[in-house]
């Protein structure tokens, strides 16, 4: 099985344009997952919505991994 590709980013404002279902994981000592949300700006982190902005930047995206919120 391959590794998803990741890109490391260090501006919150390239999240706002992520496509829905995205998978983001800070890469602080937190290590939280989140999923973005069909809303810009809006992020689920387990069956918490939360905003960009509370993010620990900087964060990694991975590109061929995409969720379904539950």
């Known amino acids: 099985m391959t590794e998803p590709s990741t890109a490391v980013v ?9 496509k829905p279902g995205t998978v983001v994981r800070e ?3 937190t290590g939280r997952e989140f999923i973005v949300d ?3 700006g809006r992020i689920w982190h387990g069956a918490s919505l ?3 902005g509370d993010l620990e ?10 969720r379904k919120k539950k």
Do not use: A
Request: aromatic share 10%; glycine share 4%; proline share 7%.
């Open 38 to 40: 069909t809303s810009p």
């Open 57 to 66: 930047m900087p964060v990694e995206v991975y590109r061929n991994t995409r």
């Open 10 to 18: 260090f501006d919150e404002q390239i999240l706002w344009h992520l």
């Open 27 to 29: 890469i602080g000592k």
């Open 50 to 52: 939360c905003r960009v």
